[in-house]
């Protein structure tokens, strides 16, 4: 998701502050989808004034994880997966376009254009860490598309990697599904290489597809284990 804007000045970095972690609590659903709340709690929680938390709450409205309702303070928007679902289907129609004009391209300026996702995916060491991962995974598949050489396709698909990255990030909480990212990412550019435009939208379109069916699972499952958590 875009960070809110930065500034050396005092009220932005403040607004800054409360946006990240208010981010993190819808994240890590500390704040519930559905629960509601008002400026003077947050302020009062962070011990800033209503004007940054008002700030950041007008940023994260603008990226869909909070809404207004007037005269009754804000809410975490409850959460659709149907919504979810539509992005990751987007998501798999620009990367599979992506592929294919990758695929179309000369062999020496395919390998230029994606030697960086080599050396990483298929030659460095592998990251155990699911957080590190999950940031390469986001920066693997915009890289794909950046480099099909459509701006406009590249800045939709930044957008939407942006608003599915809640539920993404859940993806790497399990040490199979970060060696299945490894392996899968590097079986896709094997393909891309080796110019096998329908193989590489093959193992593109299932990989989505699996990650998509088990960030659903893995969020159902903390949402449960949230709402069972005692009230403190």
């Known amino acids: 998701m875009k960070q809110g804007p930065r ?13 990240q972690a208010l981010k993190q609590d819808i994240f890590a659903f500390r704040l519930m989808p559905g629960d509601r709340f008002s400026e003077n709690e947050i302020a009062e929680r962070m011990e800033v004034s209503r004007t940054p938390v008002r700030q950041a709450l007008f940023w994260l409205e603008r990226e869909n994880y909070v809404e207004v309702w007037f005269r ?27 592929v294919r004009r990758l695929c179309a391209l ?20 592998r990251l155990e860490d699911g957080q590190a991962v999950s ?22 698909h930044t957008e939407l990697t942006e608003k599915i990255r809640i539920i993404r990030r859940l993806d790497f909480t399990r040490d199979d599904r970060i060696e ?8 896709i550019l094997q393909a891309v290489f080796q110019q096998q435009t329908e193989e590489a939208q093959r193992i593109l379109t299932s990989h989505i597809a699996v990650s998509k069916a088990e960030v659903r699972k893995i969020t159902l499952h903390m949402l449960q284990q949230a709402r069972l958590q005692p009230v403190e």
Request: glycine share 2%; hydrophobic share 45%; with cysteine.
């Open 72 to 98: 009754s303070g804000w809410q975490v928007k409850p959460f659709d997966f149907e919504y979810f679902e539509e992005l990751y289907d987007l998501r798999t129609v620009l990367e599979r376009e992506a």
């Open 180 to 187: 299945a990212t490894y392996r899968e990412h590097a079986q």
């Open 135 to 156: 940031a390469q995974d986001e920066a693997f598949h915009i890289a794909l598309v950046t480099a099909a050489g459509n701006q406009e396709m590249a800045r939709i």
């Open 106 to 125: 000369p062999p020496s300026a395919c390998a230029e254009v994606l030697a960086a996702l080599k050396t990483f995916w298929i030659d460095a060491l």
């Open 7 to 19: 500034s050396r000045n005092r009220p932005e970095a403040l607004a800054e502050k409360v946006y």
